[in-house]
């Protein structure tokens, strides 16, 4: 069975500028979550989606959203980018309406200018 | 919001010693996980717990879940350069809600001194 697969993996983007990333969940999980890894505040969730809707949110700005398809692939979107906003952004799925095991894919590194 | 405490923040040893990290929170957890991390990729699920006292092994990996449901640890037996790499603790709070979301130690970077 496929991993998860994350694209872009790196991206490279200006202060001011938005990005999107997406996210293919191993197939028949359900339930995707995002995080963001920095060096000073570790690995913080975002959100999480199960059957396109959002189920959680951790603390983060209006400025991060997300969505998920029918087909449970998910994006997230970053809008006016800040230079704090450089991180590891991970995503990970879960076969179960309540997710235990999380299972990562790769990441995109985003970096500010 | 919950946090976890892990510790310690880094160790280097010697090949074929044993190793022994933990995560220990100021609330109850009712899930536990463990993951290991190398440079440039994401974080791989090594063990899950889900009952407290639960003793679960992965190779020469071996996890506990704490009886007090607050703590947990990891032990590595007889090391070897390719366990290099940053271990995380994670766990499911028992508050349900908002606050219902895998919460990640700051993690314990391994190296091993061939």
């Known amino acids: 069975k496929a991993g998860v697969t994350q694209t872009p993996r790196y991206l490279i983007k200006t202060r001011g500028q938005q990005v999107t990333l997406s996210c293919s969940p191993i197939?028949?999980?359900?339930?995707v979550s995002w995080y963001q890894q920095t060096p000073g505040q570790g690995l913080q969730f975002l959100f999480e989606?199960?059957?396109?809707?959002?189920?959680n949110k951790g603390n983060f700005p209006g400025r991060f959203s997300g969505r998920q398809f029918s087909n449970s692939r998910s994006e997230m979107n970053v809008s006016t980018l800040e230079l704090g906003d450089s991180a590891l952004y991970l995503c990970?799925?879960?076969?179960?309406?309540?997710?235990?095991?999380?299972?990562f894919g790769p990441g995109t590194r985003l970096t500010v200018t | 919001g919950q946090q976890l405490n892990q510790s310690p923040q880094s160790m280097f040893i010697q090949e074929g010693e044993d190793v022994s990290m933990n995560c220990t929170s100021s609330?109850?957890?009712?899930?536990w996980l463990w993951y290991k991390q190398e440079p440039g990729e994401g974080p791989v699920l090594l063990i899950a717990?889900?009952?407290?006292?639960e003793l679960t092994s992965n190779g020469r990996l071996t996890a506990q879940f704490g009886i007090t449901r607050k703590d947990s640890f990891l032990n590595i037996s007889a090391s070897i350069p390719s366990d290099v790499g940053i271990y995380f603790c994670?766990?499911?709070?028992?508050?349900?809600?908002?606050?219902?979301?895998?919460?990640f130690g700051k993690g314990t970077l391994l190296t091993v001194n061939p």
């Open positions: 717990l889900y009952k407290a006292g």
């Open positions: 609330s109850i957890f009712n899930t």
């Open positions: 989606y199960f059957s396109e809707t959002q189920r």
């Open positions: 994670a766990g499911y709070p028992n508050s349900g809600g908002s606050n219902y979301k895998l919460t």
């Open positions: 197939s028949g999980h359900r339930s």
């Open positions: 990970a799925s879960s076969s179960s309406g309540v997710a235990y095991e999380q299972y």
